[in-house]
């Protein structure tokens, strides 16, 4: 990048350190500088466009510029820019959401709880099934399983149930009492000549075997992402969450779904606890529950839940948990926009529509010699890399990644996978040019790798 004195570029390197970036090589090579977006586009300060293939991170499901969140936020900051939800007090936006979010939950929820980030948000679930199992007088009762690749944010307990290396490796990471099981990455992980069916039930024997090694009086939920998102785009095979299910029941585990990247249409239904027909005890919420226009998560618990932890509360005189900007009125006011522009504008039947093309796509790309596999589900998909020797794990997904970029089109490289979760609002001769960049993408490369 020819980085001018005094540009944005060189200001951002001087002053400024980045999430999941290599510091050094930043120091170097600079950042790309957006500056504006429309629609399902960006354009950095250079004016150049961009596909954002990615909805930034999984999240703008409206996609950008979208005047009436704009506008909703203006409004509610002129009317309250801020209040709270401590020390029961409350304001509209933040009663308007509750009440939304439980109304439009895929199984029975008694009780919504505001936090600002996915990270947040599984923090607190982590504290509730303490908090729960400390009310029923279980205090032994504690441990959380998670999977391999799963993510479930950074924070302390967030990053030790994210199931990635890079989030553990020099943080000291995962804490105490929280595990991963098995990932169902059929591909990937399957035995020689193991079907999908000896598959799924091989993760739910070493689950249960976990379960049983611990002692399953001592394991008290189980977390997992309908689709693995940031782990690489995977989706699980038939029959799997059915049969995890039953082994959680059978255990007394509590299921917590975090819907962070599938929740508010993602998958082809408004959350992916539908479309796995998941019987979750709490769901995480954030990204598309506000298009990202604002920081705002939250987790919907039922009366399994809500019950054990009121009684405790009431106990020791107070719930003892809550962050200064939780259910943010602004924040609130902006999420509740975006969930009524995704029900008018039947953006969950977009993705059911164009399903079929995108994932028709993608499987499609399993053809080209250097595609190993094409997955996903809804509007969410990967294309992964066959290993080439000579290429450590991740180099040929940075190329590919770059390629494109160069191309006009942002996705996301996770190792050798290149991962897509456009804005829902997306048409079809939009997938189209999103596919057809990364077939000619995946030719250069091709004719690199021959040079
Ligand atoms: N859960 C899932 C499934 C996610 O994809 C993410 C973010 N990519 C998180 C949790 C963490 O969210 P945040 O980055 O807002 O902390």
Redesign the pocket.
């Known amino acids: 990048m020819n980085v001018q004195p005094n540009s944005m570029e060189a200001r951002d390197k001087a002053y400024h350190l980045h999430s999941y970036t290599n510091a050094r090589a930043l120091e170097k090579d600079g950042a790309l500088v957006m500056d504006r977006g429309e629609g399902i586009y960006v354009y950095d300060t250079n004016g150049k466009q961009y596909i954002e293939g990615m909805a930034g ?2 999240s703008v499901g409206v996609g950008f510029g979208e005047n009436r969140l704009v506008e909703a936020a203006a409004k509610q900051m002129a009317k309250l820019p801020y209040y709270h939800t401590f020390t029961a007090r409350a304001h509209g936006p933040s009663i308007e959401l509750a009440e939304k979010l439980i109304q439009m939950a895929p199984v029975p929820m008694s009780k919504a709880y505001f936090t600002n ?4 948000a ?1 923090d607190t679930a982590v504290k509730m099934v303490w908090y729960r199992s400390n009310a029923l007088g279980k205090p032994e009762k504690k441990k959380i399983i998670s999977r391999i690749k799963g ?4 924070t302390v307990a ?1 990053a030790s149930l994210t199931g990635l290396p890079n989030n553990h490796r020099s943080f000291d990471l995962p804490i105490a009492g929280v595990f991963h099981t098995s990932c169902p990455h059929y591909r990937a992980f399957k035995l020689e000549g193991e079907d999908e069916a000896a598959f799924v039930a091989r993760c739910v024997k070493e689950l249960e075997d976990l379960i049983i090694k611990e002692g399953p009086e001592t394991v008290a939920a189980f977390i997992g ?1 309908p689709v693995m ?2 782990g690489g785009v995977i989706v699980p095979p038939a029959g799997y969450w059915d049969a995890i299910q039953k082994i959680l029941k059978k255990y007394d585990i509590l299921l917590i779904a ?1 819907e ?2 599938c929740g508010f249409g993602r998958t082809g239904n408004m959350f992916g606890t539908t479309t796995y027909e998941m019987q979750p005890d709490i769901m ?1 919420l ?2 598309q529950i506000s298009s990202s226009y604002q920081p705002i ?1 939250a987790l919907l618990i039922n009366e399994n839940v809500y019950q054990p932890l009121a009684d405790e509360s009431a106990k020791i005189g107070t719930f003892g948990h809550g962050v200064t900007a939780a259910g943010h009125p602004v924040a609130s006011a902006v999420a509740l926009e975006n969930i009524a522009i995704i029900e008018e504008r039947d953006l969950v039947g977009n993705v059911k529509a164009l399903a079929p093309k995108f994932q028709g796509r993608i499987k499609a790309l399993e053809s080209h010699p250097l595609v190993i596999e094409g997955r996903g589900v809804g509007l969410i998909g990967a294309i992964e890399l066959k290993p080439r020797d000579g290429f450590a794990a991740g180099q040929l997904g940075s190329k590919l990644f770059s390629i494109m970029v160069e191309k006009g089109l942002i996705s996301r490289a996770i190792g050798d996978s290149l991962a897509f979760c456009p804005p829902m609002i997306i048409t079809e001769a939009q997938v189209d040019t999103i596919f057809d960049t990364v077939e000619a993408s995946l030719d250069v490369l091709q004719k690199q790798l021959s040079a």
Request: no cysteine; hydrophobic share 25%; charged share 20%.
């Open positions: 991170l999984w980030s996915g990270s947040e599984n993510y479930h944010g950074v967030s992402e998102g940031a975090d962070v990247i995480t954030s990204k998560s």
